[in-house]
């Protein structure tokens, strides 16, 4: 498709809310203390939440104190230089309620790739949540197929 055929529309966030849902691979962005820094996770969004485990000792447990984040998920296709993207902009912190710990523990796809001890929670409550899809002009929807 001819490049000038195509624009970005933005998704709704009942749109985004579902895409979240539907995946569990991120990058979260904050302001570290060595400087800014962008980093993938594995995570679950429910309850208008994103969740997931860390190390307890490594960079990203900085967030256990309330921290400004950003976390995106995206969904693109390179050959056809189509996608869609899902900014949530919001707060991080330590989870440190024993309920929710216990429930925590119990949620389905709350396991991280990286192995070792991952016991340290990291929720996101968002202050906004956004996105775009880029659609041809006509206003369909460019699929994001994956290639083998």
């Known amino acids: 498709m001819d490049q000038d055929a195509r624009q970005f529309r933005t998704l709704d966030e009942r749109h985004c809310k579902e895409l979240l849902a539907r995946h569990n691979v991120a990058r979260i962005a904050w302001q570290a203390a060595d400087g800014p820094l962008i980093l993938p996770v594995s995570y679950v969004f429910r309850q208008d939440t994103a969740v997931f485990r860390t190390s307890p000792y490594g960079v990203i447990s ?27 902009q919001g707060r991080a912190e330590a989870v440190a309620e024993p309920a929710d710990m216990v429930d925590l523990w119990t949620v389905d796809g709350l396991v991280p790739w990286a192995p070792g001890v991952r016991n340290l929670f990291i929720r996101i409550r968002p202050r906004r949540i956004t996105g775009r899809i880029l659609v041809s002009r006509a206003g369909v929807a460019e699929p994001v197929e994956h290639r083998n």
């Open 62 to 88: 900085e967030l256990v104190n309330p921290t400004d984040v950003a976390l995106q998920i995206d969904g693109l296709d390179e050959w056809r230089r189509s996608g869609w993207s899902v900014l949530v």
